[in-house]
């Protein structure tokens, strides 16, 4: 978490960070309650992998929104799509399960994963994602997730 932190501290992205218990999926988040992320969009994020493991996806979207893999493969011009393993995770993102992020690029140092975001965040004021790990979750302007995806070099994708 300190290193995604200090990235946002060193691009002057303005956030702020909410702690709260272990939460472990999107009911979890909910079961907080609408007051607790001060109005902020709270993000589902999926990490997935192509048939043959060669392309990983990190997907923030809507929480509300349904993810539908065969029309994101199809977006990013990959094979058939499914989730990637604890384990990719670990490697490419440094993340346990249930702490996925797009603020995790920071530890990719390959750039391997390809960032692809739901166009309809961008209308949000403010959106939540975790900073790492799922104890906390940082609130932010839609258009400075973009700002921190783009300055570590990752793919991004709006779709």
């Known amino acids: 978490m300190d ?3 200090e990235k946002l501290k060193e691009l002057n992205i303005d956030y702020e960070l909410i702690e709260h218990k272990p939460v472990y999926n999107m009911e979890e988040m909910d079961a907080l309650g609408p007051d607790y992320f001060k109005g902020a969009s709270i993000c589902k994020n999926l990490f997935l992998r192509d048939a043959k493991g060669k392309r990983h996806f990190l997907v923030t979207m809507k929480e509300e929104k349904q ?3 065969a029309d994101i493969a199809k977006a ?10 604890p384990e990719r995770l670990q490697k490419y993102l440094n993340l346990q399960p249930g702490a996925v992020t797009p603020l995790a690029i ?5 750039k391997a994963v390809e960032v692809i975001l739901d166009k309809d965040l961008l209308k949000e004021e403010k959106i939540g994602v975790h900073p790492g790990v799922n104890t906390a979750t940082v ?4 258009s400075d997730l973009e700002k921190y995806i783009k300055e570590n070099g990752n793919k991004l ?3």
Do not use: H, R
């Open 3 to 5: 290193e995604i932190l």
């Open 157 to 159: 994708k709006l779709i």
């Open 76 to 85: 990013s011009f990959s094979t058939k799509l499914s989730f990637a393993s």
């Open 67 to 69: 993810a539908n893999l």
């Open 139 to 142: 609130i932010l302007s839609p």
């Open 106 to 110: 920071v530890y990719d140092k390959e």
